[in-house]
Nanobody
Framework: QVQLVESGGGLVQAGGSLRLSCAASGRTFSRYAMGWFRQAPGKERDFVAGISWSGRSIHYADSVKGRFTISRDNAKNTVYLQMNSLKPDDTAVYYC?????????????????WGQGTQVTVSS
C-alpha cells in the first residue's frame, strides 16, 4: 500500500514558477514508477510527466516539454514537479500517482495509487 500526498500548488502569474511535491508513505516507494497528471475543469485527466523507479527513464507530455521537470528523491520518498514559464492553460488540479512497473508510463490505467491532488492556478 502506498499513500500519496501532494503539496506546493497555488496561485501564480503567467511566466512564474511552482514546485510541486508528492510525499509517499511505505517502504517500497523506490520500487514504483511515479507520474504527474492534471485535470482542468470540464476536461479529462491528462498525463504530464513520468519517471521510472531509478530515475533513468523520464518522459513528458509535449505541452510541458522544456518547461516542466520531474525528479525524485528515493531517500525522502518524494517526487517533484518543477514548473517554469507557467501559462494559464496549465491551470488544473495536479495529481501524483504510483505504478509498480519497471519503466515509466503515460497511461493513467497503469497507475495503482493516486494522491488527492493540489490546485494550480495560473493567472494571465
Amino acid at each position: 500500500q502506498v499513500q500519496l500526498v501532494e503539496s506546493g500548488g497555488g496561485l501564480v502569474q503567467a511566466g512564474g514558477s511552482l514546485r510541486l511535491s508528492c510525499a509517499a508513505s511505505g517502504r517500497t516507494f523506490s520500487r514504483y514508477a511515479m507520474g504527474w497528471f492534471r485535470q482542468a475543469p470540464g476536461k479529462e485527466r491528462d498525463f504530464v510527466a513520468g519517471i521510472s523507479w531509478s530515475g533513468r527513464s523520464i518522459h513528458y507530455a509535449d505541452s510541458v516539454k522544456g518547461r516542466f521537470t520531474i525528479s525524485r528523491d528515493n531517500a525522502k520518498n518524494t517526487v517533484y514537479l518543477q514548473m517554469n514559464s507557467l501559462k494559464p492553460d496549465d491551470t488544473a488540479v495536479y495529481y501524483c500517482a504510483a505504478a509498480f512497473i519497471g519503466g515509466s508510463s503515460s497511461d493513467g490505467t497503469t497507475y495503482d495509487y493516486w494522491g488527492q491532488g493540489t490546485q494550480v492556478t495560473v493567472s494571465s
